[in-house]
C-alpha cells in the first residue's frame, strides 16, 4: 500500500514545491509537479517551462533576450532552473540570476549558473542604478497581486536599474481567455481577472518502503491584465510600455523601457 506523507498544512509558507521539482528534474529522479485549484489539477510541465533547450526557442523570444543582452548588466528575476541565464552567460553577458525558491537556486547553480541568489522580487538587495535590463518572466509580474502591487513592482525594478534600462515581462490578456482557463477567476473591470493555484510535488520516498513524499505549497494569487492595463500599471514609475509582443492566444510579452532614456532607433 501506499502512504502519502504529506507537510503539514502550516508549512505551507515555507514549502518549495516547484523548487524541488527543478531540484529533482536536474539530479535526473524527476517525481510529479502538478497545479491545483480544488479538485482540478494540471500537469507542471518542468521539463517544457524550465529545461526548454535554446534550440526550441522561437525567434522572437531569441531576439527580446538578445535585446536585453545589449543593455547588460542584466537582472534575471525569478530565474528558475536558470535556462536564460545561462544562454547569456555563453554569450559572456554579465547577469545576475536571482529566485525566491532555495531548490531553484540549487538546480540553476548545479547546471553552471554563476553565483545564482536567494532573493524576493519584492525586496531586491542590490544598489540603486546596478543593472541596464530586467528579466521578469513567468507571469511573476501578477504575483503583485493588484494593479497598484504591479506599479510597486516596477518601481522596485526601477530602483535597481539605471535611466536607459530596457525590461521585459509577460501576462494572460483577459480579454482573450475563456472561464475555463486554469486558476481563472473573474473580476467586473474589463481587462483584470485572476489566477489561484498552489503547487504540489510528488514523488516516491527514499527509504524504499513504497510511500511517498508530497510538498504542497501556498496558495498564490496571480493577476492577469491586458497590455492597456498594465500601461495604466505603469503610471507613477519611470516605465513605460515600449511594445507587446503576442502568440496565438491570450499570453504576451511586454518590452518597458524608462521614460527618461533615449528612443530606440
Known sequence: MTVDRQRPIESRET??????????????????????????????RVEEFYFEP????????????????????????????????????????????IDASPGAVAAASERGVENPLEMDMFDLAFDRDRFGAVLCVGTQLGLGGSLAGISDLLAEFARVTDGGALAVVDNYDPTRLDDDFF?????????????????????????????????????????????????????????????????DGAYYRAVLDKRDSKPEA
Not at 22 to 40: H, N, S, V, W
Open 15 to 44: 514549502a518549495d514545491p516547484l523548487g524541488r521539482a527543478m531540484l529533482a528534474f536536474q539530479r535526473g529522479a524527476p517525481g510529479r509537479l502538478r497545479y491545483r485549484d480544488g479538485a482540478d489539477t494540471q500537469d507542471g
Open 54 to 97: 535554446p534550440k526550441e526557442w522561437d525567434d522572437d523570444w531569441v531576439a527580446l533576450l538578445s535585446r536585453l543582452a545589449d543593455r547588460e548588466p542584466t537582472l534575471d528575476i525569478g530565474c528558475g532552473a536558470g535556462q536564460h541565464a545561462l544562454w547569456w552567460q555563453e554569450r559572456d553577458v554579465d547577469v545576475t540570476a
Open 183 to 247: 486558476g481563472y477567476r473573474p473580476d467586473p473591470r474589463p481587462g483584470i481577472a485572476h489566477r489561484c493555484f498552489h503547487f504540489e510535488f510528488e514523488r516516491e520516498a527514499t527509504d524504499g518502503d513504497g510511500s511517498s513524499d508530497r510538498e504542497i505549497g501556498p496558495t498564490l494569487h496571480f493577476l492577469l491584465c491586458s497590455p492597456d492595463r498594465l500601461a495604466e500599471a505603469t503610471i507613477g514609475t519611470p516605465w513605460e510600455v515600449r511594445s507587446v509582443h503576442r502568440d
